[in-house]
Structure formats: C-alpha cells, structure tokens
C-alpha cells in the first residue's frame, strides 16, 4: 500500500513561482508512474503532468508546458512540480497519483495524495 503527501502549495500573485512535493510516507513510489493532476472548484479534476518510473519520459497538458517541470528523486520518495509564470487559471487543488503505466485519466491512477491548495492572484 502506497500514501502519498502533497505539500508545498500556498499563496503567490500572478507571475510567481511554487514547488510543489509529493512524497510516500508510506510505501515506495520507484517503480510507479507518477502524475499531478489538479482541480478548480466546478471543474473536473485534469492532468497536468507526468513522469516515468526512472524520470526519462515526461508529459506536460498543453496549459502548463513550458512553465511546470516535473520531477523525482526515487531515494527520497519524492516527485517534485516547478510550476514558474503562475496565471490565476493555475488556481485549483494540486493532486499527486501513481500508476503502474502511463495514463492521461484520473480514474487508472491506483493512488492519490490528499491534495494541495494553490492560489495565484492577479
């Protein structure tokens, strides 16, 4: 059994930048497919990005490609999100999930972290 803890997210105006972690306190997340995935009130909950077990594929949604960058470090169980130039359309709930393959959709993911808020002002 994995659990998985986001923290990292917060307060920033417009243009700001957050890191954002997801860490397995329980478990080990090595040989996972690791995604964040986010979600505004009234929304549906979408992808934002995704990395291989090994960290050599990633996979950005076109909303966040160039200013999100994606990361891990299997010996501290940690998956990083850089998110740069934040907009106040990146405001929502930032989830982190794992899967044993690549996926797009929230509903494959086995596991999910408990989410963390996200705000940027403009």
């Known amino acids: 059994q994995v659990q998985l803890v986001e923290s990292g997210g917060g307060l920033v105006q417009a243009g700001g930048s957050l890191r954002l972690l997801c860490t397995a306190s329980?478990?080990?997340?090595?040989?996972?497919?690791m995604g964040w995935f986010r979600q505004a009130p009234g929304k549906e909950r979408e992808f934002v990005a995704g990395?291989?077990?090994?960290?050599?594929?990633?996979h950005y949604a076109v909303s966040v490609k160039g200013r999100f960058t994606i990361s891990r470090d299997n010996g501290k169980k940690t998956v990083y999100l850089e998110m740069n130039s934040l907009k106040p359309e990146d405001t929502a709930v930032y989830y982190c999930?794992?899967?044993?393959?690549?996926?797009?959709?929230?509903?494959?993911?086995?596991?999910w972290g408990q989410g963390t808020q996200v705000t940027v002002s403009s």
């Open positions: 999930a794992g899967d044993s393959r690549f996926s797009v959709i929230a509903g494959t993911y086995d596991y």
């Open positions: 329980q478990g080990t997340v090595s040989s996972y497919f």
């Open positions: 990395i291989s077990w090994n960290g050599g594929m990633t």
